[in-house]
């Protein structure tokens, strides 16, 4: 038998390979975990996948089931990560077009390819190299970091929708209505009539949005900032705090636009009850104002529900982006 076929002779020593395969199985699975955690960071105060309305099992299984369907896929996003880089489209990476939280990783690869500090780089040599954790405090910090960009992507999302139900609650204190609170099982909280039914018809609306469903939309804007923003590296700067805060003015501006047509009948209605108590003693203002304010608010929301609800949601795919852009750092 020729020496070559020698098996024996062929066969590597078992705890090379053992070893190899143990330091690529942690790895996958430290991968696994952050996307996992980034993941269940939508999930927890999401649209719809964060509404208690959504049994926990259910939610569960969609944070594992997305979590197995990203982390083989993360070489194919870097890939497209590389390309919303490039921003000039000549298929080389500068250093210029780098976002500060790359700059490191970039380094490292101009480094790797052996080439002069500051080159650019191929497709093929742009590699975001999977690092493990050295400590216990670098891996909660790197879980830390990946919730956070989940959580505000949902909250972000939140804010915006929250105005129809602050838009439903002034509106029902206006019209009376208010005496009548009922449970909202979506938010887990008690409501008005009128708030539940604005915030359920603008759920509504976001998950039949065109060109792309508002439920798809939110689950591809979280995917694609794995492109630009690896398992591991993900963090909340400063921007993007101030940009959540200025959503909360956003959505009390939105409320207030909402509730602008009712208010404003309201306070015709008001006035003119107010007339007529002063010219005619006789009636009780009360007992007859109460059901005509309830009457004209409902005559008003009905005109004005659908297009307010569209108002509002046409804002969700603009956030997104925003959100999206400042966590990729190429916002």
């Known amino acids: 038998m020729p020496d070559w076929l020698n098996l024996h002779e062929l066969q590597l020593p078992s705890d090379v390979v053992r070893r190899a395969v143990f330091n ?9 975990t952050l996307v996992l ?53 000549n298929g080389l990476l500068e250093r210029e077009e780098v976002p500060d939280h790359l700059l490191d990783r970039y380094d490292e690869s ?10 650019p780089l191929r497709p093929s040599e742009f590699v975001l ?33 929250s105005s129809l139900s602050l838009a ?11 005496l009548g609170e009922i449970s909202n099982p979506g938010l887990d909280t008690d409501g008005s009539i009128t708030a539940q039914f ?19 939309l939110v689950a591809t804007t979280l995917i694609e900032t794995f492109q630009t923003l690896p398992a591991g590296d993900a963090f909340v700067h400063e921007g993007v705090l101030e940009y959540v805060s200025n959503l909360v003015h956003l959505s009390l501006l939105l409320a207030v636009q909402v509730t602008a047509p009712v208010v404003a009948m309201m306070t015709l209605v008001s ?19 109460f059901p005509i304010r309830a009457v004209v608010s409902l005559v008003v929301l009905l005109l004005v ?13 603009v956030v997104l982006k925003a959100l999206g852009g400042l966590l990729s750092g190429t916002g």
């Open 24 to 32: 690529a199985m942690m790895e996958t699975f430290h991968v696994f």
């Open 37 to 89: 955690v980034r993941v269940s960071g939508m999930m927890t105060i999401g649209p719809v996948f964060g509404q208690s309305v959504v049994p926990a099992n259910v939610r569960v299984l969609l944070v594992l089931t997305v979590a197995l369907v990203v982390t083989p896929a993360l070489q194919d996003h870097w890939q497209l990560g590389f390309r919303k880089l490039d921003v000039d489209g």
């Open 110 to 119: 101009v480094t790797r390819t052996g080439r002069l500090p500051g080159s």
């Open 129 to 161: 190299e999977r690092r493990l954790p050295r400590t216990l405090l670098d891996y909660l910090l790197s879980v830390a970091g990946e919730f956070a960009v989940g959580l505000v992507l949902g909250l972000g999302v939140f804010i915006v929708l």
């Open 168 to 178: 439903g609650q002034v509106i029902d204190q206006q019209s009376g209505l208010a």
């Open 198 to 216: 604005l915030y359920l018809q603008g759920m509504t609306t976001f998950l039949l949005l065109t060109p792309v469903n508002g439920h798809v």
């Open 271 to 289: 006035l003119t009850m107010g007339f007529l108590g002063y010219t005619v003693p006789q009636i009780n203002v009360l007992v007859v104002g």
């Open 305 to 317: 529900f659908t297009g307010a609800a569209r108002r509002v949601v046409d804002e969700v795919p």
